[in-house]
Each structure stands twice: as structure tokens, then as C-alpha cells.
């Protein structure tokens, strides 16, 4: 490549990547300054957190912010829990049937619950769990992607290792959480990292199943509040959307390579 | 393999499969069983009505403007997001000045709920003090009302979803292009070869398979993806950038009309059986995947 080659390819990277912040950037410029600043941009503007605060007392943001972590970590725990032992199983045990329920396994990566919101409400209706933070978790607490990682990084464990702990008598269970699992470590950051901000991110179901201020997360929540017709300030709005991303936005921010690499493991295999 | 191999295996998986059958494949048939019974409503349970619900969804104008909106939601978003894809992807690869904060910048949309993303971008759109009026106003242009315009609503849509799934589609790209070895470009060059012909004739090709697997991925997307909807145009002006998914969400959930939500809902499982087959075949031919 000449070095003009080279001097052009990197201004265009530059140059797009300019254009793909600047909607960030503008929503960060109304956030932090006062509102007759939204479209007047002068560098001595005065700063002021004053919007945040005008939205966190605007709507009940606190009880929202607790929900998702409740919900993203509920989900969170039984995705671990449950593909671990579905993984281990598919990646180590021969038994009847264990194809087709494979193939049942990778089926959700097609047919996500996402879609099937008229049949779900129905089933968590029929449960008498309709506006409970369980409700929303439930379909997602067992997830085909995350078996088919799992399964795909147990499997490169070798058997070696799961035969000595057999001969000092380990059980099933044990080998499971002494050998697999500290050797996944990778893998279950990986999966962690996408489970949490895609749920952190969900909105259609939790929006069907939640009607109430105890059980919406910050996603309902934020739609709500910016769809409400009572004149709320723009850059108050983007001082709640802001709010809203900061906690996935500071982790990325903070762990951007784990978070590259983690997405990349998670697609790749 | 023992009969104590059964029973372990079958317990380990036993939990996940309960779940999964419970939220996914028990809904998924429940929902074209459904397809044939009408909506109960107040004392009135359902009903067989055979194909009736079908026949209504032939003949529902609206059915056929979203199902015509995601096939150009699909034609609009995907090749171009692919597209933006490699070329981050390329740019990224390579050492320059800058080079975190570009990764960063193409990044960072996918960290950030779809919600959030309509609102800043809703700030864009709005009529009069949107920021795109603010500047064409600038140069003597009137004002613009992209999202509430039949002809630019389903557009303004498709540009906020190429911003925020290029920069997670360059991320397997770019996974792809660390496997390609440095000695079939440096041969290349040698030969003479210029950046477009390597490009075309070897990297491109060996990015196939990335580019199906993020094909698919981008195709269930454009079904899956509906939130910002909500946020932007609600589906109008007169359902012109409503999807499949806010249809079946619509009439579900606003009108209480289950019986037809779930049959437009085998609409959809139908097209992802169709994207199964189609990738299946697509698979064993095209490409040689590890």
C-alpha cells in the first residue's frame, strides 16, 4: 500500500468514525448543558448537571435502575446454571435422544422468544405471573446460544483431565465444577457480557408483561417518560437516555477490549 | 454407554429442556394451533373457525404494507450494514494514530438500547429544531418531517438500525479477518495486485463465511428489531414504517385480537423455516465452513 494509499484509508476511518459518534456526542452536548444550549453550540456554555437531576426526580428511575439489575441478574444466574448442565451433558454423555434434543436446543437460535410474545403472555398469564419481574426473565432463562457455547468450549476439554478426576473418585457433578467450568472462564465472561447488555437492552417483552412501577425496567421506563405528553425539556429527555445507557456505556468504556473480544468469542465459534 | 450415562445425561439436560420447551417450542406450536380458533372475547370462548383467520389475512391491506416494509426494512438495512461492516472492519485492522478511538467510536452505538438510540436520534428528526433542519435551515432549506412523511418515515427508520448494528457485525468481521494469514495478501502484492483485486479476489471470499453467518443473523434482526419504532414513528404515518413484529405487537397487545396476532405470527415462524431451509442449503454448496 503507498503511503497516499494509506494516509486516505485512515482519514476515512477517522472520518466515519466522526460521523458515527456525533449522535452520542450531540446527546452528551444537550445532557450536560442548559437547555438554551440544545442547538447553539458555543464552547463556553455552561456545564450543568441540572437536567439529570430534573429527570431522575421526573420519573421513579431508582426503582427501574433496581429492576434490571434484579432482572439482568436473575437471568443472569439461571442462563449459567442451566446451559452449564445442558452443555455438559451434550458435550460428554451419550444417551437416547440426545440429537433431536440438540437440534430442539439450536432451534431457539432461530425461533427466539422475542417473537413468540402473543403465546408467552398467554403461558405467563395462565401461570398468574403477568407484572412480575419473573415474568420477564422466564423466557430467557434457558438459552440455546448459550448451550451451544458452553458445550462448544467443554468440548475442547481433554478427556484426559475428566479421567483422572474420575479415578479419585470425583463425581459427575464435581468434575463438572472443578474441571470444566474454571477452564471456560473465557468463554462464561464472554456470554456474561452479552447476556447482561442484551437484556439490560430488552424492551418489547418486558413492555407486554410489566404494567407497574415495581417491576418496569429502566428501558419501559425510559420509554414512558419520553413518550409522556407533558412537555418535558429535550435535554432533560437525553439526560435520562444517557442515564439509562451510562451504566453498559461506562462498563464498555472501562473493559472495551474484554468487551470486543467477548463479542468476538461469543460469534465466532 | 451405560444405562447410569442415560440417566445423568438426561438429568443435566432436563432443566434447560423444560425451559425451553416451556418458552419456545410449546408457544411455537400453540401459536398456529391458535391460528385456527377466534379471539375469545368476554363470555364468548373460542372457537374453530378453520381457516378463517387465514382468509382475513389475505385479504388485510395492512398485512401485505408491513410484510412489503420488512422485505425493504431487509433490502434497505442489511447489504448496507454489511457493507459498513467490512469496511470498518478493514480500517480497523490495520495499526494507524487513533486506532482505539475508532474501534470505539464504530462500537459503541451496539452497547446502547435500541430505546435510548431513538431517542437521540428522535432529536435529529423532530420538525423545525431538529438538529437536521437546524442545518439545512443553514443553507436556506425549509423544514423537513422525515419521520412523518409516508415516503421517508421507513428510510429514517433504516438508518437508525444501520447505525446501530454496523458496528457489531464488524466485530466478527474483523474476528474473520485476523484468521486470514499475511502471506496470501503479501503474495498478492508481489504479483502486483492492487488493494481492490486482493480485496475481490482473496479476502472478500474468505470472509463468505462471516458473511452468511452475519446474513442470517441480520435477517432474524430485521423480524426481531422493532423498538425504536415506538419511539419514532409508531408504526406511521398510516403503517408506512410498521414492521411484522409491530403488526403482530399492535394487534395482540393494543386490540386484544390474540387469534390474529398468533396467526400472523406462523406468518413469521414460516419465514424463519424458509431462512433455515435457504441457509441450509446456502451452507452445504457455497461455503466451506470449518
Request: proline share 5%; hydrophobic share 55%; net charge positive.
Amino acid at each position: 500500500m503507498t503511503s497516499l494509499d494509506r494516509w486516505l484509508s485512515n482519514a476515512a476511518a477517522i472520518l466515519l468514525a466522526l460521523l458515527w459518534v456525533l449522535p452520542l456526542i450531540y446527546a452528551i452536548w444537550t445532557a450536560i448543558h442548559p437547555a438554551a444550549y440544545e442547538a447553539r453550540f458555543v464552547l463556553t456554555a455552561p456545564l450543568s448537571l441540572e437536567n439529570f437531576v430534573k429527570a431522575w426526580d421526573a420519573a421513579p428511575f431508582a426503582r427501574y435502575f433496581l429492576n434490571t439489575f434484579i432482572l439482568v441478574t436473575t437471568i443472569l444466574i439461571g442462563q449459567f446454571i442451566l446451559c452449564t448442565l445442558a452443555a455438559y451433558a451434550f458435550a460428554r454423555y451419550r444417551f437416547p435422544g440426545r440429537n433431536i434434543l440438540f437440534t430442539l436446543v439450536l432451534l431457539q437460535l432461530l425461533v427466539m422468544p422475542d417473537i413468540l410474545i402473543v403465546e408467552n403472555y398467554r403461558m405467563i398469564r395462565s401461570l398468574g405471573l403477568v407484572d412480575t419481574i419473573s415474568a420477564i426473565a422466564l423466557p430467557y432463562i434457558a438459552s440455546g446460544f448459550g448451550v451451544f457455547l458452553i458445550r462448544q468450549s467443554f468440548m475442547t476439554v481433554p478427556r484426559e483431565l475428566d479421567d483422572a478426576a474420575r479415578i479419585e473418585g470425583a463425581g459427575a457433578l464435581s468434575i463438572l465444577w472443578r474441571v470444566y467450568v474454571p477452564l471456560a472462564k473465557p468463554i462464561y465472561l464472554a456470554y456474561g457480557l452479552v447476556s447482561v447488555s442484551h437484556h439490560w437492552n430488552n424492551f418489547l417483552w418486558p413492555l407486554i408483561v410489566t404494567n407497574s412501577e415495581e417491576t418496569r425496567p429502566v428501558t419501559v421506563g425510559l420509554s414512558i417518560f419520553s413518550t409522556s405528553d407533558s412537555g418535558i425539556e429535550w435535554s432533560v429527555i437525553n439526560a435520562a437516555t444517557l442515564m439509562t445507557s451510562a451504566p453498559l456505556l461506562i462498563a464498555f468504556l472501562l473493559f472495551q477490549r474484554q468487551f470486543v473480544q467477548s463479542f468476538m468469542r461469543a460469534g465466532i465459534k | 454407554m451405560t444405562r447410569r450415562d442415560w440417566i445423568h445425561g438426561w438429568l443435566l439436560v432436563l432443566p434447560a429442556m423444560a425451559f425451553l420447551v416451556l418458552f419456545t417450542h410449546l408457544p411455537a406450536i400453540t401459536t398456529i394451533w391458535n391460528s385456527f380458533f377466534s379471539t375469545p372475547r368476554g363470555r364468548r370462548p373460542a372457537m374453530f373457525v378453520g381457516l378463517d383467520n387465514y382468509e382475513r389475512l389475505l385479504n388485510d391491506p395492512i398485512f401485505w404494507k408491513v410484510l412489503t416494509n420488512n422485505l425493504w426494512f431487509a433490502l434497505g438495512t442489511i447489504p448496507t450494514s454489511i457493507a459498513l461492516a467490512i469496511a470498518m472492519a478493514l480500517f480497523v485492522n490495520r495499526r494507524f494514530m487513533g486506532r482505539g478511538f475508532v474501534r470505539m467510536a464504530y462500537f459503541t452505538p451496539t452497547v446502547l438500547p435500541l430505546i435510548a438510540v431513538a431517542n437521540i436520534w428522535l432529536f435529529f428528526y423532530t420538525p423545525g429544531f431538529g438538529l437536521i433542519d437546524q442545518v439545512i435551515g443553514l443553507f436556506g432549506y425549509g423544514q423537513t418531517n422525515l419521520l412523518g412523511e409516508p415516503d421517508t418515515a421507513l428510510a429514517a427508520i433504516m438508518v437508525v438500525t444501520i447505525w446501530k448494528e454496523a458496528g457489531f457485525f464488524m466485530i466478527f468481521y474483523l474476528a474473520a479477518l485476523q484468521t486470514i494469514p499475511p502471506q496470501l495478501t503479501e503474495a498478492a502484492r508481489i504479483e502486483g495486485a492492487n488493494g481492490w483485486t486482493i480485496f475481490r479476489r482473496i479476502t472478500f471470499p474468505l470472509l463468505m463465511p462471516t458473511t452468511l453467518f452475519v446474513s442470517v443473523n441480520a435477517v432474524i434482526n430485521s423480524f426481531r428489531l422493532v423498538d425504536h419504532i415506538f419511539i419514532l414513528t409508531g408504526g406511521g404515518p398510516d403503517n408506512a414504517s410498521s414492521l411484522l413484529l409491530f403488526y403482530i405487537y399492535e394487534t395482540s397487545f393494543r386490540f386484544w385480537d390474540t387469534a390474529y396476532g398468533a396467526t400472523l405470527t406462523v406468518v413469521m415462524l414460516a419465514l424463519l423455516c424458509l431462512l433455515a431451509i435457504g441457509q441450509f442449503f446456502f451452507f452445504d454448496r457455497k461455503v466451506h465452513y470449518k
